[in-house]
């Protein structure tokens, strides 16, 4: 059952469903000095001053992890709290967690629910004992932008007063607090005294409706270094992945000694070409030599647009979770969340 702040006042106040997951927001220090997540929900919400002045708030704590061991099984269920919790009169979500996987967790969110209701995920860079924690500053921005009213904003990610597109947003620094970005398209808005501020808006992609118990399929990650010789490539069905992700150098190329190898998996099983290159989307038809993104196309890739290779391995699963099992579909998948 979810707990209420105390002091909230219901008979005007926006109502806001806060989860609380864990992560260096929720960490304190043990016997070795080292931090592990450690407080409730409540304790969180009840640590940020005026935050019952934003919303009358309604806290669940569903899980107390650190951000690197969250599955995505765990935010499918999470996924069906918050549109529980908005079906019963909550005006918006925020959900708590740490940072490490909040770009994955949010894009994951973005894509199974569909709601107008602001949806925000949040965190902290500095555990709640630290000289200068950020951690109730970011509820507090989250919790205005949930309670703003704001409409088909997606989910969103705000860290530092920042509200950024879940399908934008990654984490571009292990240590400061300004850690996230939306590069290279910017934020959607800000949170200034006391208001969300909101100046850009995200085109929708296409919703995935899963069941929080539907298997995920396997789906491996490579990124492909100066020499690689693709060894592993032949061995990825006989592993049990259904799906691959290429993380390609530049726009979208590999070395060409593994050129066979990705097309002979290409037939095999789903294969989206992606760039690990932080910024900037895979191309289609501009390279031409043996490796290119034009020769990997042509060998049945799926081109995976702007979304990087993080976020598409997460599409792939998703997608194929929901039974897109044709390379046209999932390619239509990719357009719908990739070309924004």
Known sequence: MPQKLPGADVSHKPRIAVFALGGTIAMTRGETGAIAPSLSGAALVAAVPGLTDVADIAVHSPLQKPGASLTISDILAVASEVRSALANGANGAVVVQGTDTIEETAFLLDCVLETSAPVVVTGAMRGPEAAGADGPANLLASAIVAASGARNTGVLVVLGDTAHAARHVRKGHTARPDAFTSAP???????????????????????????????????????????????MLRHLPEMGFEGAVIAAMGAGHVPQPIVEELGILADTIPVVLSSRVATGPVFENTYGFPGSEIDLLKRNLVPGGSLGPLKARLLLQLGLAAGHNQNTDIQKLFVSWGNA
């Open 185 to 231: 398209f910017g934020p959607l808005g800000y949170v200034f005294e006391g208001q969300f501020r909101q100046y850009l808006h995200r085109s929708v992609g296409q919703t995935l409706y899963l069941d929080t118990d539907t298997p995920i399929p396997p789906v491996a990650l490579l990124q492909i270094g100066l020499g690689d010789d693709g060894r």
